[in-house]
């Protein structure tokens, strides 16, 4: 009888692996798929009702960080917010897709590039080159999180990380909320109509 050897789990191997059987992937995708819609409504309308702008309201800020063509500087509270905002995106992604690496980040860049596109079409709000690296910043550090926590946990990271997403999920977009509630303009312009308008007959 010849005895059938196996070959240890590498790490990426034991990633691929540690939410299989518990749910624990089904789970993530969904609180994922939350986390998406939320983001594209926290970034383009600041969780109020969906509307189109003006023509006259599209701006595009091409210099990053300091000021310059009529835009100021970019302000520490806000490169933080979009860090914050953007780190839950890293670690959906390193959990779901564990070997990806550097396509994760083409995901999360593209994903940011696409949000402020979305915006200068929609005129509803200013499309920056900051927002774009320091968003991708923030998916960066998530992944980076999500590795020092296989170390840890390793084959429970899956569970684990089900509940913690769900709960910092929750937690980031209120905090999101409350300091975009201290902004002194949150809404679209009065003579913008809020109505969302449908090729309806």
């Given at each position: 009888?010849?005895?059938?050897?196996?070959?240890?789990?590498?790490?990426?191997?034991?990633?691929?692996?540690?939410?299989?059987?518990?749910?624990?992937?089904?789970?993530?995708?969904?609180?994922?798929?939350?986390?998406?819609?939320l983001?594209?409504?926290?970034?383009?309308?600041?969780?109020?009702?969906?509307?189109?702008?003006r023509?006259?309201?599209?701006?595009?800020?091409?210099?990053?960080?300091?000021?310059?063509?009529?835009?100021?500087?970019?302000?520490p509270?806000e490169?933080?917010?979009?860090?914050?905002?953007?780190?839950p995106?890293?670690?959906?992604?390193?959990?779901?897709?564990?070997?990806?690496?550097?396509?994760?980040?083409?995901?999360?860049?593209?994903?940011?590039?696409?949000?402020?596109?979305?915006?200068?079409?929609?005129?509803?709000?200013?499309?920056?080159v900051?927002?774009?690296?320091?968003?991708?910043?923030?998916?960066?550090?998530?992944?980076?999180?999500?590795?020092?926590?296989?170390?840890?946990?390793?084959?429970?990271?899956?569970?684990?990380?089900?509940?913690?997403m769900a709960?910092?999920?929750?937690?980031?977009?209120?905090?999101?909320?409350?300091?975009?509630?201290?902004?002194?303009?949150?809404?679209?312009?009065?003579?913008?109509?809020?109505?969302?308008?449908?090729?309806?007959?």
């Amino acid at each position: 009888m010849t005895e059938t050897s196996y070959a240890p789990a590498t790490p990426r191997t034991a990633a691929v692996n540690e939410l299989s059987g518990t749910g624990g992937r089904w789970a993530l995708a969904v609180l994922f798929a939350i986390y998406l819609m939320l983001l594209v409504w926290l970034v383009l309308w600041k969780f109020h009702v969906p509307f189109v702008g003006r023509d006259d309201m599209r701006e595009i800020k091409l210099i990053p960080f300091v000021g310059g063509g009529g835009f100021g500087a970019s302000a520490p509270w806000e490169v933080f917010a979009n860090i914050i905002i953007f780190l839950p995106f890293g670690i959906y992604l390193a959990a779901l897709v564990p070997t990806w690496r550097w396509r994760a980040v083409a995901v999360m860049a593209g994903a940011s590039l696409g949000l402020e596109v979305a915006e200068y079409v929609l005129a509803v709000g200013s499309s920056d080159v900051t927002d774009v690296i320091v968003n991708t910043s923030g998916g960066l550090i998530g992944l980076g999180v999500l590795a020092l926590v296989r170390r840890k946990l390793r084959s429970r990271t899956g569970v684990v990380m089900a509940w913690i997403m769900a709960l910092a999920t929750v937690v980031v977009f209120i905090a999101a909320t409350a300091l975009i509630a201290s902004f002194p303009r949150l809404g679209p312009p009065d003579d913008v109509d809020m109505r969302v308008s449908c090729p309806c007959p």
